[in-house]
């Protein structure tokens, strides 16, 4: 059989470093990683209930989180950073305040930063939220794995690979369909891999959609 690692794992401290940056003595490690859940949950929900756009892609490609001893620095990586500033000027205040009452156990100050991505569809977790709401509004699979890998070429990168497992467009047996356009080199270490596993709730049951997106070699 084919043994997988995920590629973010297998490529740490080359080219690939932590979402979340903290020390934490043993007995707290386990209280730290709910308390990163928690403030990560927290900020996709807000966005997911305060969202004004037809395709429903959130755009957050990643959450970087920073521990100090009085400071947690919050960082949001998104591809369409309008879709919280906009409507209302105090978005991040108001986040910052829910986020925090989220911890109520919590010591020190929160601060949320928002920093845009240039190319969006260049990123797996947004990409998949495309595929996503593609799917819950049954449009064929083919055609939304077609349409994402011709937004990830316009992003300029070298290779894309897609794939989506459950019941597909409904049928009685699972199975898994994929598609790659490019160079994916997922033994190479040197290989700058973004990737992302996402799970899509449909009419038909849970679909898992994955995506590997090979930005560049160094």
């Not at 707290?28 to 037809?54: A, F, G, P, T």
């Not at 991040?92 to 569809?121: F, S, W």
């Not at 459950?166 to 040197?190: C, F, H, N, S």
Request: proline share 3%.
């Amino acid at each position: 059989m084919g043994q997988k690692i995920n590629p973010l794992g297998f490529r740490l401290g080359t080219t690939q470093s932590h979402h979340s940056l903290w020390f934490a003595q043993p007995k707290n490690y386990s209280e730290s990683l709910q308390e990163d859940e928690k403030i990560r949950d927290c900020i996709k929900n807000y966005v997911q209930k305060n969202m004004r756009i037809s395709s429903g892609v959130e755009g957050i490609a990643r959450i970087k989180i920073q521990k100090r001893i009085d400071l947690i620095q919050v960082i949001i990586y998104m591809g369409f950073p309008k879709l919280l500033i906009e409507g209302k000027p105090r978005r991040i205040e108001e986040l910052q305040i829910k986020v925090q009452k989220k911890l109520n156990c919590m010591n020190g100050k929160l601060n949320i930063a928002i920093t845009r991505i240039a190319n969006p569809y260049g990123h797996p977790n947004i990409l998949a939220e495309f595929i996503a709401g593609q799917l819950k509004n049954r449009v064929s699979f083919r055609k939304a794995m077609k349409k994402a890998i011709e937004l990830t070429e316009q992003a300029g990168t070298k290779g894309v690979q897609v794939q989506i497992a459950g019941r597909i467009d409904g049928k009685e047996i699972a199975r898994v369909e994929w598609i790659r356009e490019g160079r994916v080199p997922l033994q190479t270490i040197r290989a700058k891999i973004d990737y992302c596993s996402y799970t899509v709730r449909t009419i038909y049951g849970v679909l898992g959609i994955k995506i590997w997106i090979f930005v560049n070699e160094e």
